[in-house]
C-alpha cells in the first residue's frame, strides 16, 4: 500500500510530498502505517499521538482529503470513506501526481498553523476555548453541587468532546475567517448554558454572542459530520443563534 505523506520541513506549509510504501496488515490504522514508515522508513516524519484509543484527541489528520482520527481510522476502510462535507481549498486542492486510486494521501488538518509534516498548532483552537472562561464558578463558601442523572444526561453529548479540532479543520468559516472561534468552543459554551450546576447561564451564551462567535457560523454542519463523538456541534451552534 503507498502513502504520499505531506512534509513540511520548514513548517507553515507543506513544501512537498513523500511516497512510502507499507506493509498493510488487516486491522492496521492509519496510526499504525505511520508508525511502520518512522520505525523503518523515515524517521524524521513528524505526527502527534498519545493515546491510540480515540480519547486524546491529538491525531486529528487529513486521509484521502477526509478529516480522521488516526488512530481509528483502519486503512482498508479509507476508499470507501466519503466526506460529503460542504468543500473548501483544502479539501479539494490534490497534490500534482497523486493517484487516488492506489495511494493514500495523508496531510495535515487545515485551519490551524502547520508545525511540521502532519504537526499542527493548535494554540488559536485553544485559545478560542479560553477566551469563553469555560468553566463554572462556585459560590462563596459551596463545596459541592449535586447533579441528577437526568441533568447529567442533558449536557452528556457535549461533555464528551475530545478537542481533536476535527470540528474546526473540516469547518469552511474556519478556512476563511482567522478569528472565527470554531464549533468545539461555541458547543462547549453552549454545554455550560445547559448545565443545571451553573448559577448564571446566560454568561455562557452572551460570552459566544461575540463578533467572532456563533454570529459568524454558517449552519453549514461539516462539523457535525466529521465528529468522531457525536457531539453534533451545528446542532447547539443552531440552538445558540436561535436564542
Ligand atoms: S466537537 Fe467533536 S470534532 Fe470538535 S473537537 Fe470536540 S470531539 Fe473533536
Ligand atoms: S492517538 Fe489519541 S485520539 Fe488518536
Known amino acids: 500500500m503507498l502513502f504520499r505523506v505531506a512534509r513540511s520541513h520548514k513548517g507553515k506549509e507543506i513544501t512537498h510530498y513523500d511516497l512510502y510504501k507499507v506493509d498493510a496488515r ?6 499504525d502505517a505511520l508508525f511502520q514508515i518512522q520505525d523503518y522508513m523515515d524517521e524524521s516524519l513528524a505526527f502527534r ?4 484509543g480515540a480519547v486524546c484527541g ?37 497534490p500534482l501526481g497523486w493517484n487516488a486510486e492506489t495511494e493514500i494521501l495523508l496531510e495535515p488538518l487545515p485551519n490551524l498553523p502547520i508545525l511540521k509534516d502532519l504537526v499542527i498548532d493548535m494554540t488559536r ?3 478560542a476555548l479560553e477566551s469563553l472562561k469555560l468553566w463554572a464558578e462556585p459560590a462563596k463558601g459551596e463545596e459541592s453541587r ?14 464528551d468532546c475530545i478537542m481533536c479540532a ?24 453552549w454545554r455550560f448554558y445547559e448545565d443545571s450546576r451553573v448559577q448564571d447561564p446566560k454568561t455562557y451564551l452572551e460570552s459566544a454572542n ?11 454542519y461539516n462539523c457535525v459530520k466529521v465528529c468522531p463523538k457525536g457531539v453534533a456541534p451545528g446542532g447547539a451552534i443552531r440552538k445558540m443563534k436561535e436564542l
Do not use: H, W
Open 125 to 127: 483552537f485553544y485559545d
Open 26 to 31: 488487516k486491522g492496521m490504522t492509519v496510526l
Open 58 to 94: 491529538s491525531c486529528a489528520m487529513l486521509a484521502d482529503k477526509v478529516p480522521i482520527l488516526a488512530c481509528r481510522t483502519q486503512v482498508s476502510s479509507l476508499k470507501e470513506v466519503s466526506s460529503k462535507l460542504k468543500p473548501f481549498t483544502a479539501l479539494t486542492d490534490t
Open 166 to 189: 476535527l470540528c474546526f479543520g473540516s469547518c469552511p468559516v474556519n478556512a476563511e475567517k482567522e478569528e472565527y472561534l470554531g464549533p468545539a468552543a461555541l458547543t462547549k459554551a
Open 210 to 220: 461575540v463578533p467572532a462567535g456563533s454570529p459568524l457560523c454558517d449552519l453549514i
Open 49 to 52: 499521538y498519545s493515546c491510540r
Open 146 to 159: 449535586i447533579q441528577s442523572p437526568a441533568e447529567r444526561k442533558k449536557i452528556e453529548r457535549y461533555v
